[in-house]
């Protein structure tokens, strides 16, 4: 705990002091516990379901004590330097975005490597349900098919910063297109929060909004109760430029009917989705809160929290199935316990000294 006791003395923030203070002997013998968790996407998003569970998590690690939480936005690009520089305790990793962090690449480079991360474990609910992302979302009377048919067409990406927006331009590249080139044909390329583009698509400002989640989508559910949607499968280049450029992701299928009103199945590729953490978080911290989201009845936090996850309690064994990053020793220690089966991928065997 000392080491994490140090960070208000190395980071000059509000939130890295409150997430310092958390630790402080004061506080431990106050009977009170204080976090700082980075996650926070848009409502519905699996991101903030996840971080709600998390939330539930940290509070069932100290029975009877008093836990303040405090939830940063962040997205996946934006969580990684705030969870390295000890702002936040705990953050939403996008596998990755996390990894180009961890070597200082792509979206990260030029940037010192992160070598700070570590993995907690991955969120069970997004795995019950299929991905098929970037999902791309239009109206039953647009025109447009595939994503060839968006040369000069108006969409929406998300957040600037987020993964999503990075993989949509990477996967028009399987469609000979881009960012750019949209523009340059007369298109309108639109970043924000998805509810808000959801919104707009719905007015006709937008001719499509990719969304990145698991589905049944409440975003999309949403949209639904007003509008006609309609999902647009990825043709073998796009799915295949994605996979070429992402090692963490596969390919996945959204089956027919996920939505009563979705007809076709829809093809998709799935992330590697799961909480990061700062590596001098007291291993018995993250030892609790593993123990809370993935060892045995403690797993049905899950559905709890969250009605749409119920039963994800079953996929425990698949927590650790995909390490992107070196895995915390709390984090380490309660899967051995647990017997939960450890698969590195990406960077995930890297030294961590």
Known sequence: MKNFNRFGRLVCTAAAVAAAAAFSPAALAQGSQSFVIIGRGSTGATSDLAFTVLEEALKRSYPGEQINIRRLPGTATATPPRVQSREAQFGHGVGESVMDAWNGTRTFKGRTPMKDLRYL????????????????????????????????????????????????????????????????????????????????????????????????????????????????????????????????????????????????????????LGYIVHKDLPEDVVYKVCKQLYVGDNAKIWGDVVPVWKGAEKLASRAASTVFIPLHPGAKRCFDEAGIKINYIGAGKDATN
């Open 121 to 272: 474990g991955t969120y069970l609910g997004f795995l019950m349900r299929p991905s098929a992302s970037p999902t791309f979302v239009t109206t039953a009377d647009n025109p447009v098919k595939s994503w060839e048919d968006l040369a000069k067409r108006r969409i929406g990406v998300g957040p600037a910063d987020s993964l999503t927006s990075t993989m949509v331009n990477v996967g028009l590249e399987g469609a000979n297109l881009s960012y750019d080139k949209i523009k340059q044909n007369g298109g309108v390329v639109v970043n924000g929060d998805w509810n808000q583009q959801m919104g707009m698509l719905g007015d006709g400002q937008l001719d499509a909004v990719f969304f990145t989640g698991g589905h049944p989508s409440p975003i999309i559910m949403q949209f639904a109760a007003n509008n006609k949607p309609r999902l647009v499968s990825m043709s073998d280049n796009i799915v295949k430029t994605l996979l070429e450029h992402y090692p963490t992701f596969v390919r996945n299928d959204m089956p027919a009917g996920t939505y009563e009103w979705q007809k076709e199945p829809v093809v998709g590729v799935q992330l590697s």
